[in-house]
């Protein structure tokens, strides 16, 4: 009987903690962001970031560092290319970089 009733206790006690554990998943904001290469063509790419960032400018100069990484840099990156679009939870992937650096680069299309 001991025995059931440690075993009962334990369960509960793991489920509390895988609870609590989902509960403290990082949430983050995906930005939309669309950029007229130097070329002519159109990068699209994501600018993830902890959803507590609410400062537009912190996210565009989060993708004006991106894009001088891939020698974009000067190209325009306002309201007009880049949006709040949702929020999701953290992918671990993201995880290193945005603790790193505040953010996450998800790369779509062109960003060769």
């Known amino acids: 009987m001991r025995l059931i ?3 009962i206790v334990l ?3 793991l489920t509390a903690t895988a609870q609590t554990n989902k509960s403290k998943t990082m949430q983050v904001a995906v930005w939309d ?3 007229t290469k130097k070329d002519g063509s159109i ?3 994501d600018i993830i970031a902890p959803t507590e960032v609410k400062d537009t400018a912190l996210i ?3 993708g004006k560092e991106y894009l001088k990484s891939k020698r974009q840099e000067g190209q325009p990156l306002s309201s007009k290319e880049c949006r709040f679009c949702h ?4 992918q671990p992937q993201w995880e290193a970089d945005i603790r790193k650096k505040g953010y ?3 790369e779509m299309e062109n960003c060769d």
């Open 11 to 13: 369960f509960f006690v």
């Open 87 to 90: 929020a999701r939870n953290i």
């Open 43 to 45: 990068m699209h790419f």
């Open 60 to 62: 565009y100069r989060y």
């Open 104 to 106: 996450f680069i998800l």
């Open 5 to 7: 009733n440690l075993i």
């Open 33 to 35: 962001t669309y950029v």
